[in-house]
């Protein structure tokens, strides 16, 4: 089992988050301890997003924009599918802003729907996520 950056890696349909991640400076965090979990956007949910967008937020004048938006996929704690499964939670996430969690119709995440859950890493749990979680303020 490896950690949630070489678990991403390793998936080959998280690129766009990989390169995000390590433009945001983050490799090291989600490599740390945890444990974490992780709403993974797949690469197809940042092709959602409008042309130009992803190139953008990882210029290195933006990073502190791409670290807010990435740090809000993230809880600083392990929360598996079935801990939500017929529930409504609002969990913090990193970046201090809370998450909108619906679980009572497969899950939903601020918007998002968890097509893939429970993908278990050394240091937390990763699901994937259709679209990407943008910060509301």
Known sequence: ?????????????????????????????????????????????????PAGTVEDLVKPENKPKLTKILTLHVIPAKVMAADVAGKKMSPASVSGETLDVDGSNGVMVSGAKVTSADIECTNGVIHVIDTVIMPKG
Do not use: N, Q, Y
Not at 12 to 20: E, I, Q, R
Not at 22 to 44: E, I, R
């Open 1 to 49: 089992m490896h950690d949630i950056v070489d678990t991403a890696v390793a998936a080959g349909s998280f690129k766009t988050l990989v390169a995000a991640v390590t433009a945001a400076g983050l490799v090291d965090t989600l490599k740390g301890d945890g444990p974490f979990t992780v709403f993974a956007p797949s690469d197809d949910a940042f092709a959602k997003l």
